[in-house]
């Protein structure tokens, strides 16, 4: 271990973890050593920018808590998050498209009853997003499990806004014996991912512009079929061709449609005009272990 050369140091860190068990972790291990090895070499990095390094990766961990998450927002601003999820979450054709899950997901978000709207004040535009859960064959799925969360008229996601009703424009449907699904909420609006932290530092110096194009999140979950995470994106929005985390996907931007019938507004509970949007999750059954 004395006198060696860069070469042999990144062989005898690799030598030093290739006795690790599980043998995915071993590969996953031994890679980003080499990767990571290989960066610093390609850039020479000094050490005090190493040391500016570990102090915005501790910033990232240490501004982060329950209700905010700063390192998936890193995943997400370096493209690591739609790549991962381009490799490893592929459907077969016809399937619904999924896309990345972002930083504002909430575990244990309230049921929503059939005909109840996530929006819990009375700013925005009236949207109803209508439809069916089904399989790859078109069976529908009963009692699936339809999570939405979304920002509001002002930009903003419920935890990040102190004047939001708990929970607001967030929670959980389930599909009816048909597989039909009916989620009341409002149009949702472009946003600036946060700035405020290390992660707006990393866009302010690229000077990148930090907003995503408007959607609403949808990660909908059903016994024996895969869980499909995916936004739901308005085609109207300016920021579609420039999205600050590159989450865009064709497939997944819609028309929302201005619904002015009466008789339409009645059944859904909502008054007229409103926005209309039909929208069918398609989902492939759960892969089996061989
Ligand atoms: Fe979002």
Redesign the pocket.
């Known amino acids: 271990m004395r006198n060696m050369t860069e070469e042999e140091l990144t062989q005898l860190v690799l030598d030093g973890y290739s006795n690790t068990d599980n043998p995915r972790l071993r590969e996953i291990l031994l890679s980003l050593i080499k990767h990571l090895h290989e960066f610093v070499r390609d850039v020479q990095l000094t050490e005090p920018e190493w040391i500016e390094g570990i102090k915005y990766i501790t910033a990232a961990g240490q501004i982060s808590d329950d209700k905010r998450q700063e390192v998936i927002l890193f995943s997400d601003l370096l493209g690591i998050s739609s790549l991962v999820n381009m490799i490893s979450a592929k459907v077969p054709e016809g399937a619904t498209e999924s896309t990345v899950i972002?930083p504002?997901f909430l575990e244990n978000a309230p049921e929503r009853a059939w005909g109840e709207s996530v929006a819990k004040r009375e700013i925005g535009d009236p949207m109803i997003i209508r439809g069916k859960v089904t399989g790859m064959n078109g069976e529908p799925v009963p009692n699936a499990r339809i999570d939405v969360w979304?920002?509001d008229a002002n930009g903003m996601?419920d935890v990040q806004d102190s004047n939001a009703p708990e929970h607001n424009l967030r929670g959980y449907y389930r599909t009816n014996e048909r597989g039909e699904y009916l989620i009341k909420t409002v149009r949702p609006t472009s946003?600036p991912i946060p700035v405020d932290g290390p992660a707006g530092d990393l866009v302010r110096a690229a000077k990148r512009h930090p907003w995503?194009p408007a959607?609403v999140?949808a990660m909908i979950t059903a016994d024996k079929y895969q869980t499909l995470i995916t936004?739901i994106f308005d085609g109207e929005d300016q920021y579609l061709d420039s999205d600050v985390v590159f989450a865009v996907k064709e497939s997944l931007i819609h028309d929302f449609r201005m619904n002015e019938s009466e008789a339409d507004a009645k059944s859904f509970g909502v008054n007229a005009p409103f926005l209309d949007l039909e929208q069918n999750f398609i989902l492939p059954k759960q892969r089996v272990a061989a």
């Open positions: 972002g504002f979304q920002t996601y946003y995503r959607h999140h936004h």
